[in-house]
Every structure is written in structure tokens, then in C-alpha cells.
């Protein structure tokens, strides 16, 4: 068998280890002699307490770090652009931590990503001066105001911020001229940001109450808000409107009740909690949409919600998944009106795809048909899948024709069956 990995130039070598963790690149090192120190020249150090005793992976990390210090010294070492800490088994050994965040910030990083639990760890509070870094993780992390401040401050040219389960902050303020994307899961009194590059924002609150500042994010073109509480945040929907270039939003588990947006192209509505109170929720999640220029829409909803009063006359398409079983309420001659009236506003678009979770979903009663005009008289494509095994498909055929009396093409599937036409 000829070798052929052991032959490609060192910089390529480098480059493979650089996407495997430290533990398996000095593993992989001890195969050929060639590669017995190139380790200490792999510009990406990845730690993992997973499956390790606590002073083992302490021990590990130090030596580790230990030889890299000596090797740079021996070896033509170009540094480290990322540094990865993750454990899950933390102790509370603040210090080894410390230390070690100590000798990544030396080095001419460009991302770090730092994930602690189950126990506090705390960012120490000296000034983190890191201008090559361009991606920040944190997940985990107790942050104060001023360290985080602090750390921001000292990424001058960081890109991509990831603030998942972090606390201890009150008033969180976010200011970068280089920022494009943020990611935030978590709570504060606060969030100002204050990023004119801005070009995609994650929020999750967890439903937590807080207030929400973006009015220097005038160049935000995809928004997501999941687990956000319209009515402990009143202002969100009046700092959304403010985002006059915004191109796409998602909005998961949110009772956001009226959205307009003149650029809007895509949008993505999902509810996935499931309500005890389903008409309580129902009221809740009525929507009203008014995008006259938006071409994508995918709606998922759990709950089966009533009402999407949709204004988009230049949909292209409508990806809709109602997943309901009819266990918290009876499929009935009421649930086919309301599904008729339901389907109906989303007419205007020009190809509707349904997932539903059986064929009984849409087989709307022949008495119905008689005196209900069909909803989707304007569709040209219609595509529709179940979860489960199709019992009926031409009596299902006949229900779409009549759900879409003008389509051009229809496609039935579901995941249990390949397609049937």
C-alpha cells in the first residue's frame, strides 16, 4: 500500500491536524517519525475534559502548553490562531484556567472559544488585548459589565460574537465596528448594540425580560428571535421596524402579532412549544403579515394557529408544516373549516408545500366541498407530505385537486413511502 499523506508538504500535514483536537493530533503525531514534533508547529490547540479524569486533563493541558513554549523557542512556530477550552466537568481550578487564557491571548489568535460548566467560572477581570481576534465563543461564562466591556474593547477587529448561557452581567453593551455576527442566548437587564456592520443577529432570552437597543444596526439583514416575550419586551417590535434594509427574519416561539417590513424576502415562523390551552395560545400567536416584497415564507406550527393574515402578493413559495395529531382536539367538520380558512391566505403564493402528519390532515369532507370554495384556486405546484404511511392515495388526490383546483403539478409523498407522483 503506498503512503501517500506522509508524502504531501508539511503545510498541508499542518493543516489537518489544525481541524482535529490536540489529543488525537499527538496521537497521530507518534505514527511517523516525520510527524513526532510537527504538533508543536499545528497553528490550533483544541481541549476536551471528555472521558478524562480532572487531574489528567489539568496535567495534559499544562504539559501540552509547556512543550508548545519550549518548541517555540526551538522550531519555526508561526503561533496559534485558534484556542478551544471545553469542559464539562468543571471543578472551580480558576487558576490553571486563568493561565492558560494567559498564553492563548500571547499569540496572534484569531478565534477563541471557551465553554465551562457545571461549575462558575468567572473571566479575570485584567485587560484582554487580543487585535488579531476575529471570532469570540463564550458559553458558560460569568461576565461582568466592566470585563466584558473590557474584552470587546480589546478585540478591535472581532467579526463573529457567540454569548451562549453566559451571566453576571447586567447591562450588556456590545460595541464593534467590525462586527457582522452575534449570537446571544441569555438574559440581561440591557442589550445595546452598537455595531454598524452588523449583518446577522441571534436573540434568545429564554423568554426573560429585558430591553433591547439596535438602532445603530442599520445594516442588519438577517434577525432571529427565538424564545423572545413580546410582552415583558414591548419594544422589540418597534426596534425591528427601525431595521429598514432587513432581508430575512425568523421568529421561534415568540408572540410577535403583527410584522411588516417593505424588503422583507424571507420569512420563517415556527411555534414548537405545545400548549395545554391551545385556543389561549391560538389568540396569542395570530399574525398579522404584511410584506409586499417577500418571496420565501415557511411556517411550522405544532399548535395548529388559525389565523396568518398574509399580504404578500409576490410569494414565490410557502413552506407550511402542520405536525398536529388531532390528540388535544378532534379532526371534525369545525377543524376542516378552520383549515380551509387557514389555507386560504396563503394563496398568493405561487407554490404551496404542506407536511402534515397524516392524509386525514386534508381529506376535507365531500359535504364541505359542495359549499366551501376552494382555498388555494391560485397555486401553480403544489406539493404535500405526510408523517405518516399513505392508507388512501386517491382519495387524498382527489381532496388536493379540489384544495388546488388549478395546479399544474401535485406531489404526494410521505416519509414513510417514496414519492407517488
Known amino acids: ?77 508561526l503561533g496559534i490562531n485558534r484556542f478551544k477550552i471545553e469542559m464539562r466537568c468543571y471543578g472551580g481550578r480558576s487558576v490553571d484556567v486563568d493561565r492558560w487564557l494567559s498564553f492563548a491571548v500571547q499569540q496572534l489568535l484569531e478565534e477563541l472559544d471557551l465553554r465551562i460548566q457545571p461549575k462558575t467560572f468567572c473571566m479575570p477581570s485584567f485587560y484582554y488585548c487580543i487585535p488579531s481576534l476575529t471570532v469570540l465563543k463564550l458559553d458558560g461564562i460569568e461576565l461582568a459589565d466592566e470585563v466584558f466591556h473590557n474584552l470587546i474593547m480589546g ?49 434568545d432570552t429564554r423568554g426573560g425580560d429585558c430591553d433591547l437597543n439596535l438602532v445603530s444596526c442599520g445594516n442588519l439583514r438577517n434577525l432571529t428571535l427565538n424564545c423572545v416575550d413580546f410582552f415583558h419586551i414591548p419594544n422589540v417590535e418597534d426596534v425591528i421596524s427601525e431595521l429598514l434594509i432587513l432581508e430575512s427574519l425568523t421568529v421561534v416561539d415568540c408572540n410577535i402579532r403583527f410584522i411588516q417590513y417593505q424588503y422583507l424576502k424571507v420569512l420563517v415562523l415556527k411555534t414548537t412549544i405545545i400548549e395545554d390551552d391551545a385556543d389561549e395560545w391560538n389568540h396569542k400567536m395570530e399574525i398579522t403579515v404584511d410584506t409586499p416584497n417577500l418571496v420565501s415564507l415557511h411556517y411550522e406550527d405544532v399548535n395548529f394557529t388559525r389565523k396568518v393574515l398574509l399580504n404578500s402578493p409576490n410569494l414565490e413559495e410557502a413552506n407550511i408544516k402542520l405536525d398536529y395529531n388531532g390528540v388535544r382536539k378532534k379532526i ?22 404542506l407536511f402534515v402528519y397524516s392524509e386525514e390532515n386534508l381529506m376535507f369532507p365531500k359535504k364541505l ?53
Open 332 to 353: 371534525d367538520m369545525n377543524w376542516y373549516v378552520d383549515m380551509i380558512d387557514f389555507l386560504s391566505y396563503f394563496d398568493c403564493a405561487k407554490v404551496v408545500s
Open 1 to 77: 500500500m503506498i503512503d501517500r499523506i506522509s508524502n504531501l508538504p508539511h503545510s498541508i500535514i499542518l493543516h489537518i491536524f489544525s481541524l482535529l483536537p490536540t489529543v488525537d493530533v499527538i496521537r497521530t503525531s507518534l505514527i511517523s517519525k516525520r510527524w513526532r514534533h510537527l504538533w508543536n508547529s499545528v497553528p490550533a490547540l483544541e481541549f476536551c475534559d471528555v472521558g478524562l479524569e480532572e487531574q489528567k486533563f489539568y496535567n495534559f493541558v499544562n504539559k501540552c502548553l509547556e512543550n508548545r513554549m519550549i518548541g517555540k523557542r526551538r522550531l519555526n512556530d
Open 155 to 203: 478585540c478591535p477587529s472581532l467579526e463573529k460574537l457567540f454569548l451562549h448561557y453566559c451571566f453576571g452581567f447586567c447591562d450588556l453593551k456590545v460595541s464593534s465596528l467590525n462586527l457582522k455576527s452575534f449570537e446571544l442566548i441569555g438574559v440581561a437587564d440591557s442589550i445595546l448594540v452598537e455595531a454598524v456592520n452588523l449583518q446577522s443577529f441571534l436573540l
Open 369 to 421: 366541498r359542495k359549499f366551501c370554495r376552494s382555498p388555494l384556486p391560485n397555486v401553480k405546484h403544489l406539493k404535500v407530505e405526510t408523517r405518516c404511511e399513505l392508507k388512501s392515495e386517491s382519495l387524498l388526490r382527489d381532496a388536493l385537486l379540489w384544495l388546488s383546483p388549478h395546479t399544474q403539478t401535485l406531489s404526494i409523498r410521505s416519509e414513510e413511502n417514496k414519492a407517488l407522483s
